[in-house]
């Protein structure tokens, strides 16, 4: 109900110490609380392939696989939920949920979140499917990959 309502929780955008660009929490939240919504353009699959050889060149991209037939390109209509880095121990997760007829995509919390933290999740890249942008760099903080979202099976 809150994603049809549009009741966020307020991200901040800021420079992060894992790759570019990170959305930030700015008040605490408790574990499973909806953070914000993915947004962006709904294009098809070959149009993302499309796009996606362009954005890594580009060394980023927020390209997200909605379903078998649909992507969500968050570079022009995104917002500041797409700069969420990747983690393969996050601390939000994403879920595709059908709300009034269309598929949209929650970003929650997958554990209490201090404010001001970073926000992570895992894209879900199959083996070897990752970018070299977005793989980790050597001297990375904890587990954090760099890049942005690049399309990888981040259906939930």
């Known amino acids: 109900m809150k994603l049809l309502l549009k009741q966020q929780q307020r ?8 790759a570019g660009w990170g959305a930030f929490i700015k ?7 909806y953070l914000g919504e993915y947004t962006g353009e709904l294009i098809s ?3 993302a392939d499309k796009r996606g050889k362009i954005y890594d060149r580009a060394n980023s991209s927020f390209l997200f696989d909605l379903n078998d037939q649909f992507v969500l390109d968050a570079y022009r209509k995104g ?3 797409k700069f969420a880095n990747h983690s393969s121990s996050p601390n939000c997760y994403a879920k595709v949920m059908m709300v009034a007829g269309d598929h949209r995509v929650g970003i929650y919390a997958r554990e209490h979140i201090e404010a001001s933290a970073e926000l992570f999740y895992d894209y879900r890249y199959g083996p070897d499917q990752a970018p070299a942008w977005a793989r980790r760099p050597e ?3 904890k ?14």
């Open 27 to 33: 008040n605490p939240v408790h574990k499973n609380d």
């Open 79 to 81: 917002d500041k939920l």
């Open 139 to 141: 001297g990375a903080k």
């Open 45 to 47: 699959h070959k149009e």
């Open 11 to 18: 991200i901040l955008l800021g420079k992060s110490d894992v």
């Open 143 to 156: 587990d954090e990959a760099s890049g942005s979202h690049r399309r990888a099976h981040k259906v939930a």
